[in-house]
């Protein structure tokens, strides 16, 4: 696989990631005219290194207008991973070295100015698509989740219909038993009846001697 150039990451995606990093470094200091600084951070290969600066004007008769500073981010072997004559800003860069990498200041106006600058460094990572995933991990549970409480509603109803199609079959072959012996003690007693009434007619008509 060839080598990659350094990536600026996207910061919106970074700052949603703050559980991924482990360092914080802060730092706040005055430059004088055409003076720099630099600050340093050891990173391994793949890590990732976001940082905020600003930079006022200690004189408030003098604006810090752009270009008035210069911000640079350079690696181990001299490389400038990130510039900018900004103000203020801020950076997210990949390291592809191992050691020190250098976030330096210098001061192009002719006053005096105050630079704040805060860096985080994140762990190693294989690559970007990794870290674009992350933000997305507890909507994908959130999902998941709805899918299985729904899995287990349907798996309930499917049960629910199964009991209550074979409460019916049962209750069906129950009644069925219970109407054929209605039919047979129904069909016992309309023969009961017919015979006594033979009898009783047979009765009547020996009585009135029509026999």
């Not at 210098?106 to 630079?115: A, H, I, L, P």
């Amino acid at each position: 696989m060839s080598q990659q150039s350094p990536l600026l990451v996207p910061f919106s995606i970074l700052c949603g990631l703050a559980t991924l990093f482990d360092a914080c470094d802060a730092f706040t200091f005055v430059l004088s005219p055409s003076a720099s600084r630099c600050v340093h951070e050891s990173l391994m290969p793949k890590s990732l290194l976001t940082g905020e600066w600003t930079v006022v004007s200690i004189d408030a008769s003098l604006n810090t207008s752009s270009g008035s500073t210069e911000v640079a981010l350079r690696s181990p072997k001299g490389g400038t991973l990130f510039e900018s004559g900004e103000p203020s800003g801020h950076f997210a860069v990949t390291a592809l070295d191992h050691g020190l990498h250098s976030v330096c200041v210098k001061n192009s106006d002719g006053g005096d100015r105050q630079v704040s600058i805060s860096m985080k460094t994140a762990l190693e990572v294989e690559d970007h698509g990794l870290v674009a995933k992350k933000e997305h991990v507890e909507a994908i549970e959130a999902e998941l989740d709805r899918m299985e409480k729904m899995v287990e509603h349907v798996y309930e109803e499917m049960n629910y219909m199964r009991s209550r199609s074979e409460l019916m079959q049962s209750t069906d072959a129950s009644t069925r038993g219970r109407l054929l012996w209605v039919e047979v003690a129904m069909l016992c007693t309309l023969m009961a009846m017919g015979l006594w009434q033979i009898h009783y007619l047979k009765r009547y008509f020996q009585t009135k001697k029509i026999l």
